[in-house]
């Protein structure tokens, strides 16, 4: 889990450098949906790597480590659903010159 967290960080550094200037270059709006569209990805691996790992401990709970998946499983699947959002949001709006 820590190297999906490790793993994660420099995209969403990338995503906010390209989020500031994707407003005037072409290149960096494409750049930005890209990364968006892997955080979303991420966001989904989380999610399903949460979802086998209470599986694996058939839900059971001897301590707060399952409540802990449980929680992590809906913020995970939160955040995934914002960022595919986000990422088809990104892909079909108009670059600013383009606005009828």
């Known amino acids: 889990m820590c190297e999906l967290i490790v793993g994660v960080v420099p995209l969403l550094l990338g995503a906010a450098v390209t989020l500031y200037v994707m407003r005037r270059h072409r ?3 494409v750049l930005g949906t890209l990364l968006t569209g892997l955080m979303a990805l991420a966001a989904t691996a989380a999610t399903i790597g949460l979802f086998v790992a209470g599986q694996k ?41 383009e606005l009828p």
Do not use: K
């Not at 449980?70 to 995934?80: E, F, N, P, Y």
């Open 27 to 29: 290149w960096a709006r």
């Open 57 to 97: 401990a058939h839900w059971t709970s001897d301590g707060p480590g399952m409540l802990f998946i449980m929680i992590g499983i809906g913020v995970s699947a939160m955040v995934a659903l914002g960022l595919w959002f986000a990422t088809l949001a990104q892909a079909t709006a108009p670059a600013p010159g």
